[in-house]
């Protein structure tokens, strides 16, 4: 946030200000999805972006392991790794249909090393 507002080619930013329906694979019903992060960049061009961005802990972003045993905290991950997907899958197609682009930022994009 500190680096939309200080940054000079950020020419508008929100959070959670874009709402994506999508269908949840875990009940296919319709949900809404708060887009972490909008943002309209002017480049070193003079064209603008527009920007849908999620910040996800890298974990999130892979299918969970399959352990020995498949424990409800296994079967939880696997219901969440579903949704982010069905999320993401809309959040892109949300964003081809407007010249937008969709990303998904981890610690590691962000330079975060021990992941904090």
């Known amino acids: 946030m500190k680096w ?6 950020v020419q508008e930013w929100g959070s959670e200000t ?28 003079g064209a ?15 299918p969970p392991a399959i352990p020995a045993r498949k424990t409800k905290r296994f079967i939880d ?14 959040a892109f197609e949300f964003c081809q249909d407007r010249n937008m682009k969709f990303m998904v930022l981890t610690e590691k994009d962000l330079g975060l090393v021990d992941g904090g």
């Open 4 to 9: 939309c507002d200080l940054n000079s080619s």
């Open 18 to 45: 874009v709402i994506v329906p999508y269908i949840s694979p875990v009940d296919r019903k319709v949900h809404r999805y708060f887009v972490d992060f909008y943002i309209k960049i002017k480049n070193k061009t």
């Open 48 to 62: 603008t972006q527009k920007y849908l961005i999620e910040i996800k802990p890298e974990r999130f972003t892979k």
């Open 77 to 90: 991950e696997v219901f969440q790794y579903g949704v982010n997907e069905a999320k993401w899958k809309a």
